[in-house]
């Protein structure tokens, strides 16, 4: 950790007047140990209890503990961070670590401590078991002190406002957030403001929208902590394994006024840059809680842009469609990457965060998207461009976080070092992208006109020239990790440092030439200088030679066969040395942090460059990416009804997996259903994946995995995929199942793409196969979303006779001596089986079971379905290599999109799968009648339930 400490120039921060910040804990702070919480934070009951006889250090630390009611309190003393008493016991057990005591006049008090040089993985420890943390540090110099050393909270970490590099994922983003409600007069509206920091890097994001808005938008900044003010709504993470800590922070801080003042010190007029109240009062907030959490030191000088945003401006993919698509995380679809892994060949932490960023909230303007691809198109090209790009950028270090550190002033002199490796890339950059080293082979690229896209870039590379040279005249080239022990600014940069360098080296010049000195003068040839750190220099003399000893040398030390002296002169020399050492130290620490100042004060043009090398790197990553994967450049079309056009489409992730990926073609015109169907394990919910990946892809920038695709632009991609429970959310499978669908039902419009995978699996069939159907006829007749739809409810097949934009399409497979295959190929028309007796059987499913199986759906069937049929509808490949049952249910299988259901299809339409009659047509008329996207998931499971009862009773 590059936190200054022990140092008398050391800026002494205030003790933090806010006494009290934080609301009392209560209940909804979230993964943080109840049992201990009152205990441990703040100032522990077996301190207070002893609060009178304290001694003065105790006392100190009581003090400190005080103020910070919700943070447990680490107190430096020398060389360890300590607790006592309960917070004591606390971090024993968290960070397992021995629990001692310390015993004074006043009693004994547990004791536990980690070693403040490395204190990183148990600050993790600490984090991850759901503490804040406040370091009280010394912050006077320990010998210097008269008395007690001065300490004081010099930072609280907490999950949302880690800046500590060892604590921090390289290249990735770590905001804290707060939401706040607006002044209903202020905001009539009701919308609620979102204000994000990355306290890391200094970047800062608002907006403001209605609760569902920003509930959406939270799961896409995915904060690491959450503030609350009052009257905020709770938030709850969709994902409660991925979720954020959340609390109520003092309410003061949202107050109007006192929002309006914070922000005034980040820009001019603030009342009058942000729409809406709550937007001001969030934004206000956030910042006030980042400054208590570096020391209340003052607005944080590299927050230099408040960016306000609109959801809306970026293709909207709410947390279902990330975890659906596996774009951050995998969920075990075939492979054990995700889309970002996929695509994540960036060179350094910059392009790494860029990426993430993209991915999260790709673009919804044409010209934007055209353009990143144009961009991507010339580095794809110019491949020595390319590799000549990325290996400058892989000695980039990570600017953003490091320019938060200087403005902070916690950056030592190894991070200026690397801000000068990476400002000493730039020219080198700039030189490549000008196609300057291109050899002969290339020459015609290197005259092609560079894409403005690139040309923009490579104006935007700021050379700093006077930060790098600066820096490289003080700095020293490989300086040690301590800013205050001298070694840091080099020789010729400061005159007074020099002389006193100067002054120390002579000095010992003249120790080092003593020894001869001595020698000749007393003729006691074993006579030796040395120097130890207690009693400094002296002159040694063997007692055998004792009676040599001139007059002016002093006894200093008696060892068992020898004297050791000084000389006035030594001692002279000695204090000389020793003065001039420690004056220049201190110089040099002088020097460091005012070199660090001048820096800092370039903080804004600093950001501005690690932009323009993020975006170069994100840019150069899917170039490499689209050369490597082989991707094409989608031809984006502005044009409202435009559809989907994929020529062998495949998953970006799965074909990674696979050996043997089969493209397939997608044609979906604007506002049409494609009902997909086929046996399991055959592709279907790959198949879907890769055309919404697609749309993603081309609309971050990227190429795609195809071999040609046009697309038009999306404004919001829905999921509703997989039936897994969120016990944690205390949502049963079908109650998550219907929530997602009416989200679908109620936003959805001719600009999303919607992707239902086996809607209505997670009840029983017969219901299930309505609310599908219902659904998918909504969705065609009043939403008009272009829909991919795969399901098991082959009956949904006959929609394509009825509704003019659905159409088939199913995948097959073949068996060959009993082995199925799947061809992964997705043909027109519908499939007319699920085929599960078979997959269970390959999957291993003991055979009594798959024959008991076999039997029971052969009892259900029409006698002409599976009777006739044992292979189960699957078909012949087209080598037509399997027997004649297979090939005859292969024409079955390939119907055309408006073939009308056959025989069997329709009887078993008529039945559930256990075997009940079917429906009454007046109860099969009401189900049908229920308007979905009106409809609440409680009201819909309350339907469902009358529905069951009038069945049973024989309705
Ligand atoms: N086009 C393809 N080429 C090669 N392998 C594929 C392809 N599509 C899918 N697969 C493989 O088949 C597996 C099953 O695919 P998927 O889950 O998409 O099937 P499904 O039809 O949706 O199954 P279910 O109906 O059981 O959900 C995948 O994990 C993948 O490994």
């Known amino acids: 950790m590059a936190v200054e400490r022990s140092v008398s120039a050391v800026a002494v921060s205030e003790v933090p007047t806010a006494s009290a910040r934080f609301m009392p804990a209560g209940d909804r702070i979230r993964g943080m140990p109840t049992a201990d919480r009152e205990t441990v934070t703040g100032l522990p009951p077996g301190i207070a209890a002893a609060r009178e006889e304290l001694t003065p250090m105790l006392s100190q630390y009581a003090d400190l503990c005080a103020p910070h009611e919700d943070a447990l309190v680490l107190f430096q ?214 400054e208590y959490t570096q020391g209340d030191d003052g607005p944080l000088s590299y927050v230099t842009r408040i960016r306000r945003y609109d959801p809306r401006d970026r293709l909207r993919l709410d947390a279902a469609a990330q975890r659906s698509l596996e774009l951050f995380e995998n969920r075990g679809l075939g492979a054990s990457d995700t889309l970002f892994d996929a695509l994540d060949e960036t060179n350094c932490a910059l392009g790494r965060r860029r990426l993430e960023r993209w991915l999260r909230r790709p673009l919804v303007d044409v010209e934007a998207i055209r353009s990143r691809h144009d961009a991507v198109g010339e580095l794809a090209d110019r491949s020595l461009v390319r590799e000549g790009v990325a290996e400058a950028l892989s ?141 400094g220099y002296y002159i040694e003399v063997t007692d055998a030679n004792a009676d040599r000893v001139p007059d002016d040398y ?198 999303s793409l919607v992707l239902l995978d086996e809607v209505g699996r997670g009840t029983a069939t017969t219901d299930g196969r309505a609310i599908a159907r219902a659904a998918a006829e909504f969705i065609h007749d009043d939403l008009g979303a272009t829909t991919l739809f795969a399901t098991h409810y082959h009956e949904l097949t006959d929609l394509a006779a009825e509704r003019e934009r659905v159409f088939n399409l199913h995948f097959t497979a073949t068996r060959e001596d009993g082995d199925v295959t799947f061809l992964h190929r997705i043909v027109p028309g519908a499939s007319s089986s699920s085929y599960g007796v078979e997959v269970a059987e390959l999957a291993g499913v003991p055979a009594p079971v798959v024959e008991r199986s076999r039997s029971l759906v052969t009892e259900d069937d029409d006698p002409v379905g599976r009777d006739a049929d044992p292979a189960g509808g699957i078909v012949a490949d087209e080598s037509g290599a399997t027997g004649d049952d297979e090939a005859a249910r292969g024409a079955a299988d390939t119907a055309p999109d408006d073939a009308t259901p056959t025989a069997d299809t329709r009887d078993s339409d008529t039945r559930a799968d256990d075997g009940t009659p079917g429906l009454a047509p007046d109860l099969a008329a009401e189900l049908r009648d229920i308007d979905l996207a009106q409809t609440t998931p409680i009201e819909a499971l309350n339907a469902l339930h009358d529905l069951q009862s009038r069945i049973d009773d024989g309705e």
């Open 554 to 751: 002093r006894r200093r030390q008696t060892l068992k066969n020898s004297e050791r002296y000084v000389t006035p002169e030594l001692k002279e020399r000695e204090e000389e040395i020793v003065a001039a050492a420690e004056r220049a130290d201190a110089m040099e620490y002088e020097r460091f942090v005012d070199v660090r100042e001048r820096v800092a004060a370039e903080t804004e043009r600093i950001q501005g460059l690690a932009e323009a090398l993020a975006e170069l790197d994100a840019l150069c990553s899917f170039a490499a990416v689209a050369v490597g994967g082989d991707y094409v450049r989608p031809e984006i079309v502005d044009d409202a009804d435009a559809g989907v056009e994929i020529e062998g489409g495949r998953h970006p992730v799965v074909e990674r997996g696979s050996g043997s990926f089969v493209p397939n073609d997608a044609s979906l015109p604007r506002g049409s259903i494609a009902v997909i169907t086929g046996p399991n394990m055959s592709g279907k919910s790959t198949y879907m994946r890769s055309v919404a990946l697609a749309v993603v892809l081309a609309q971050t920038g990227s190429f795609v995995p195809a071999q040609a695709a046009t697309l038009p632009v999306f404004d919001r991609l829905f999921t509703r995929v997989g039936a897994s429970d969120d016990i944690a959310g205390g949502q049963s499978t079908f109650m998550r199942e219907m929530s997602e669908l009416t989200e679908i039902l109620h936003d959805a419009g001719s600009d």
């Open 77 to 290: 003393v020398g060389d360890f961070y300590e607790a006592f008493c309960e917070a004591a016991t606390a971090v024993s057990r968290v960070c397992e670590v021995t629990l001692t005591e310390r015993s004074d006049s006043t009693g004994d008090y547990p004791m536990a401590g980690v070693p403040i040089d490395n204190a990183a993985p148990y600050l993790d420890s600490l984090l991850d078991a759901g503490y804040r943390v406040a370091l009280a540090d010394q912050v006077e110099d320990a010998d210097q002190a008269s008395g007690l050393v001065d300490r004081a909270v010099t930072e609280v970490i907490t999950p949302g406002t880690v800046v500590e590099d060892d604590l921090l994922e390289a290249g990735t983003t770590n905001y804290v957030a707060a939401v706040a409600a607006g002044e209903e007069e202020a905001d009539p509206d009701g919308s609620v403001g979102l204000a994000a920091v990355d306290v890391s890097t200094g970047e800062c994001l608002v907006t403001a929208g209605d609760r569902d808005a920003i509930a959406e938008e939270l799961d896409r900044v995915a904060p690491a902590e959450l503030i609350t003010g009052p009257a905020a709504p709770d938030f709850a993470p969709a994902d409660a394994e991925r979720g954020w800590t959340t609390h109520e922070y003092d309410a003061d801080v949202f107050d109007r006024c006192a929002a309006t003042e914070r922000l005034s010190a980040y820009l001019s007029a603030p009342e009058r840059r942000f729409d809406a109240d709550a937007e001001l009062r969030a934004a206000g907030a956030v910042l006030a809680y980042a």
């Open 395 to 535: 000695t980039a270090y990570d600017l953003e976080r490091l320019v938060g550190r200087i403005s902070r002033g916690r950056a030592d002199a190894r991070d200026l070092r690397s801000l000068h490796a990476t400002l000493a890339v730039v020219p080198e950059l700039k030189a490549t992208l000008a196609g300057e080293e291109d050899t002969a082979s290339e020459a015609d690229d290197a005259d092609r006109p560079r894409t403005d896209h690139l040309r923009d870039l490579r104006d935007r590379l700021d050379e700093l020239v006077a930060v790098r040279e600066l820096i490289d005249e003080a700095i020293a080239v490989t300086p040690p990790p301590e800013i205050t022990e001298g070694g840091v600014i080099r020789d010729g940069f400061d005159d007074d440092l020099d002389a006193l360098r100067a002054t120390e080296r002579e000095g010992r010049e003249w120790v080092a030439d003593l020894e001869a000195t001595e020698r000749e003068r007393t003729g006691i040839d074993s006579l030796s200088v040395g120097h130890n750190q207690v009693h």
